[in-house]
């Protein structure tokens, strides 16, 4: 569907960006959803092995030298994939994309904000959201190191919030619709979730369900912070993971992944994501949390040592944002000896036939999963009626969510085979939520 003040708009800015960037190097083929897996334009399979990078809260990708800092890095890591969530499409980027292309790095970029994000509490999907989602696309899409957008990170956390699933996906349905009526590049598009036990395999079946394509997320993503210190595949719950997407015919992998309640971390997780099988034959590899070291204590680099918030020159939280990274140890070198190790080939494209069906869509269960399998998804700014209601009353839905979902985090919520859900930070976007207008100023 194609909003005509956006996509006037979006026309006059694709072709200011295009001239822009026309005199960069496109020295990365680009990525695309095929099936169950991704390849690259080479026909290769790609197997991610990526950085939850969001070193500032507005955008981390328009200060260039420190993007050339970094990226050389994560290069040295062994790092090829970075997931970015917060942006400011109104920046300049091109710097920093061509840094990270030449180092190859491909990125994931949320195309919400604070302000637009879907919230399980009163769903919405509406014009503000649909242009502002959109206006991150516009800008980012010429980029050929782009290897995907998110329309919603842990947007679901209960199962009576499980109601805002169908405006996550119309919001998936709409971006694919804006980038095929726009003639952007086919970059995949999907949504990272909160590994809820209660929510599985609901969840995930939910957002590929269905026979119309158009409306099925490109690929899906899973926050699972299983496996902690000296666990095993079946012992941490990776199988029981994969058992739940033996099946699914989208690409799905670990979106966020890296325990951190035994230290220091020793990332032997990495060991099944990458040789394990299973779990090659069904996940595209993963994205470990995260790059910069902070006050929960999952960083793989600082820049400096932490300081006192109270002093007058201090950043609000008390950690340096830029600079020179020093890397922590010995995770980080724990990391880089797994990783270079591990390189998975997979099958070639040309060689690789999709013979997933859709799994079907879950059906309604009142306080585990209330969404009706037949029902529509919403049209942009419309409401739709609770789930299992006998009148048509969206408000009387959205209250029910509210009086029982409590926004409660998926750290006291989920729980893990075998993991019992430890292990799992408090969520990205609150963590950021309480210093980004503190930072903003101080920057």
Not at 103 to 114: E, H, N, S, V, Y
Request: aromatic residues 10%; hydrophobic residues 35%.
């Amino acid at each position: 569907m194609m909003r005509t003040g956006t996509a006037l708009a979006a026309a006059g800015g694709a072709v200011a960006a295009l001239s822009l960037f026309s005199g960069l190097v496109h020295a990365i083929p680009t990525i695309q959803a095929r099936g169950s897996k991704f390849f690259t334009s080479e026909g290769d399979q790609w197997y991610m092995k990526g950085i939850a990078y969001q070193l500032v809260p507005d955008d981390p990708l328009i200060n260039a030298t420190q993007c050339d800092i970094d990226s050389s890095l994560m290069e040295e890591l062994g790092a090829n994939a970075i997931r970015v969530y917060h942006v400011d499409p109104d920046a300049d980027h091109d710097d920093c994309m061509q840094t990270f292309a030449e180092k190859g790095i491909w990125m994931f970029i949320d195309l919400d904000t604070f302000d637009t994000q879907i919230e399980q509490i009163d769903p919405h999907w509406n014009e503000t959201q649909y242009d502002a989602f959109a206006k991150v696309m516009d800008t980012f899409h010429i980029y050929d190191n782009v290897a995907g957008f998110f329309v919603g990170n842990e947007v679901i956390t209960t199962g009576n919030g499980s109601s805002a699933a169908p405006y996550v996906k119309a919001a998936a349905r709409d971006m694919k619709a804006y980038r095929d009526d726009q003639d952007y590049r086919k970059i995949p598009i999907g949504y990272s979730a909160a590994d809820i036990a209660t929510l599985r395999p609901m969840l995930q079946n939910y957002f590929a369900c269905g026979d119309d394509e158009s409306e099925s997320l490109d690929f899906f993503g899973l926050n699972a912070y299983e496996w902690c210190g000296d666990s095993t595949y079946r012992v941490s719950g990776y199988a029981d993971l994969t058992a739940n997407a033996s099946d699914y015919n989208i690409p799905i992998f670990l979106s966020e992944t890296g325990c951190n309640q035994v230290q220091p971390r020793d990332f032997a997780d990495q060991e099944a994501i990458f040789s394990e099988p299973e779990m090659l034959d069904v996940w595209s590899g993963c994205i470990v949390y995260e790059w910069i070291q902070e006050a929960n204590d999952y960083g793989l680099v600082q820049y400096g040592d932490p300081v006192d918030p109270s002093d007058p020159d201090a950043p609000p939280d008390g950690y340096f944002r830029s600079g020179t990274p020093t890397p922590v140890q010995p995770d980080f070198n724990n990391l880089k000896s797994r990783w270079e190790t591990l390189s998975p080939t997979g099958v070639q494209a040309d060689e690789y036939t999709p013979s997933l069906d859709p799994p079907p869509c879950p059906a309604f269960t009142e306080g585990s999963w209330e969404v009706d399998p037949d029902g529509v998804l919403p049209q942009v700014g419309e409401e739709l009626p609770a789930a299992g209601a006998t009148t048509g009353s969206a408000a009387s839905g959205s209250e029910g969510a509210s009086e029982t979902s409590g926004g409660a985090s998926p750290s006291s919520t989920g729980a893990a085979p075998g993991g019992l859900g430890v292990g799992r930070p408090e969520g990205v976007g609150m963590a950021l939520m309480g210093v980004l207008g503190a930072m903003v100023v101080w920057l």
